[in-house]
């Protein structure tokens, strides 16, 4: 079974630029969370979607947004990057609700806002 | 407001010895916590995870343990290895928000 995978791996915006993040779930996973990653703060949830519906948000501006397709395929998409965007972005899939069943983590994203 | 705490940014531990994380929460609606491991390069894995109707869990080398009046839950690694090294996250679900809350991490070095 493929794991969880996430596109494009590395990338490199300039600030006030926009980038959008995809993450395809695991065959059978509803659920995907979006999580930033920075040293330190840690792993900070961003947003959770489960069926296409937004589920739950984090404590993130507007400008953090996503999505989530009918194939269970999500995009996460940041407008107008700050150079405090530069992160490594999580995103975790599983079949149902996060924190109620296991979570599959992808690679990340690694983001570098110059 | 960080609910979920991990005091320790770091540990260093000898292989073979025992290895302890810790892990406090201010939540006292989460009841159900869980242990992630992150390799660099790689996602976090899960570990193993504690239900609050328990006070132990145990997995081979990993045994997470509860404190629920003190709001502490660890994870014992015995014996520690090499290969265990790297950050450890703890992360508590439960409430009414649904949504899994991770700690700041453990980076856990285990030197041969």
């Known amino acids: 079974k493929a794991g969880v995978t996430q596109t494009p791996r590395y990338l490199i915006k300039t600030r006030g630029q926009q980038v959008t993040l995809s993450c395809s779930p695991i065959?059978?996973?509803?659920?995907v969370s979006w999580y930033q990653q920075t040293p330190g703060q840690g792993l900070q949830f961003l947003f959770e979607?489960?069926?296409?519906?937004?589920?739950n948000k984090g404590n993130f501006p507007g400008r953090f947004s996503g999505r989530q397709f009918s194939n269970s395929r999500s995009e996460m998409n940041v407008s107008t990057l700050e150079l405090g965007d530069s992160a490594l972005y999580l995103c975790?899939?599983?079949?149902?609700?996060?924190?109620?069943?296991?979570?599959?983590f992808g690679p990340g994203t690694r983001l570098t806002v110059l | 407001d960080q609910q979920v705490k991990q005091n320790s940014p770091s540990l260093s531990v000898q292989e073979g010895r025992i290895s302890i994380l810790n892990c406090d929460y201010t939540?006292?609606?989460?009841?159900?916590f869980l242990w992630y491991k992150k390799y660099p390069a790689e996602g976090p894995t899960f570990l193993i995870s504690?239900?609050?109707?328990?006070d132990k869990n145990e997995d081979g080398r990993f045994t997470v343990f509860l404190n629920k009046s003190a709001k502490h839950l660890s994870l014992h690694i015995v014996p520690s290895q090499p290969g265990d090294s790297a950050v450890y996250f703890c992360?508590?679900?439960?409430?009414?928000?649904?949504?899994?809350?991770f700690g700041k991490g453990t980076l856990l070095t285990v030197n041969p």
């Open positions: 992360a508590a679900f439960g409430g009414s928000n649904y949504k899994l809350t």
């Open positions: 975790a899939s599983s079949w149902g609700l996060a924190g109620a069943s296991e979570q599959f």
């Open positions: 979607y489960f069926s296409e519906t937004q589920r």
């Open positions: 939540n006292s609606m989460f009841d159900y």
């Open positions: 065959s059978g996973h509803r659920s």
């Open positions: 504690i239900s609050s109707i328990k």
